[in-house]
């Protein structure tokens, strides 16, 4: 998802939102294995090399501030990690699944765009409240896309459960 959503050349995808901030999140609520964050790391740095050297999108973001996406994406990461720990198949587990994914959110965004504000090299003089212009900007789509792309797996995974929970009850009869 994240390889075919974050180039945005791919043919027919384009106007699917870019889905890397969900994925991380998700990975993080998912998958365990220590191993699977740097994984993530190198496809999105995989996918953004393709795409600016085969693709013909620009490389205006990659800059020093580029480095500054690893933490970002381990904030998503780890918020995902503490939700998979506090985690409970019941309506309740909505609130905590609702919190982790906005400070993860709110953790990249301060990592990914503060530091490409502050280290891009494109802003003669940052500032606060030029950031937070900026942020009110970009923000919303970025935390739009991550809530889209999450409440499509909550969905599925309520889904999935409530039909595993069904099939269990009907074999115990």
Do not use: N, Q
């Not at 693709?55 to 503490?82: D, E, H, K």
């Not at 504000?117 to 500032?127: D, V």
């Not at 009110?136 to 999935?160: C, E, I, N």
Request: glycine share 10%; hydrophobic share 55%.
């Amino acid at each position: 998802l994240m390889a075919l959503t974050r180039s945005h050349h791919f043919a027919g995808l384009h106007h699917l939102p870019e889905a890397s901030w969900a994925v991380f999140f998700l990975a993080g609520v998912y998958l365990s294995r220590s191993w699977v964050f740097p994984a993530l790391c190198l496809e999105a740095a995989a996918v953004d090399y393709l795409s600016i050297t085969l693709g013909g999108t620009s490389g205006f973001c990659v800059t020093p501030a580029y480095a500054m996406l690893v933490p970002a994406y381990g904030a998503l990461w780890l918020a995902g990690r503490w939700y998979a720990r506090h985690h409970r198949d019941a309506i309740s587990t909505l609130l905590p699944l609702i919190g982790s994914a906005l400070v993860g959110a709110v953790l990249a965004e301060l990592f990914s765009s503060g530091g490409f504000y502050l280290l891009s090299g494109y802003f003669a003089e940052p500032s606060l409240a030029g950031y937070l212009e900026r942020a009110a900007k970009y923000f919303p789509a970025y935390l739009g896309a991550m809530a889209l792309y999450v409440g499509v797996a909550a969905l599925a995974h309520g889904l999935l459960a409530a039909r595993g929970r069904a099939a269990s009850g009907s074999a115990a009869r």
